[in-house]
Nanobody, 115 residues
Framework: VQLVESGGGLVQPGGSLRLSCAASGFTFSRFAMSWFRQVPGKQRELVARITSGRDSTDYADSVKGRFTISRDNAKNTVNLQMNSLKSDDTAVYYC?????????WGQGTQVTVSS
C-alpha cells in the first residue's frame, strides 16, 4: 500500500496550491479519502473528506469555501485544491485512505503560506 502526496510548497497569502495523492496497493474506489494537516505541537486535524460511491464531501469550517476535495477513481488519485490561502494554512498535509477498520496514511507534504 502506498499513498504519495505531492504539490506542496511555498505560496504567498491569497495564492493557490493543488495537492495530489496517488494511491496504489488497494481498491481505491472503496475507500473514503481525506486530507489532514498538522503543525508542530498540535494534533493532526481533518481538513476535507470525500466518501466512496456518492463522493459526498465534508470540510473543516476553517477551509469551507476555499478548499475543494475531489477524487478520480480511474487514476487512483485524490486532490485538494486550495485557494485564498492564509498563513494559518501552513502545515504538513497528509492524505488518508480508510475503509471499515483499515486506515492508510501518506508521508505528508509541506505547505507554507508566507510573504
Amino acid at each position: 500500500v502506498q499513498l504519495v502526496e505531492s504539490g506542496g510548497g511555498l505560496v504567498q497569502p491569497g495564492g493557490s496550491l493543488r495537492l495530489s495523492c496517488a494511491a496504489s496497493g488497494f481498491t481505491f474506489s472503496r475507500f473514503a479519502m481525506s486530507w489532514f494537516r498538522q503543525v508542530p505541537g498540535k494534533q493532526r486535524e481533518l481538513v476535507a473528506r470525500i466518501t466512496s460511491g456518492r463522493d459526498s464531501t465534508d470540510y473543516a469550517d476553517s477551509v469551507k469555501g476555499r478548499f475543494t476535495i475531489s477524487r478520480d477513481n480511474a487514476k487512483n488519485t485524490v486532490n485538494l485544491q486550495m485557494n485564498s490561502l492564509k498563513s494559518d494554512d501552513t502545515a504538513v498535509y497528509y492524505c488518508r485512505a480508510n475503509f471499515d477498520f483499515l486506515s492508510y496514511w501518506g508521508q505528508g507534504t509541506q505547505v507554507t503560506v508566507s510573504s
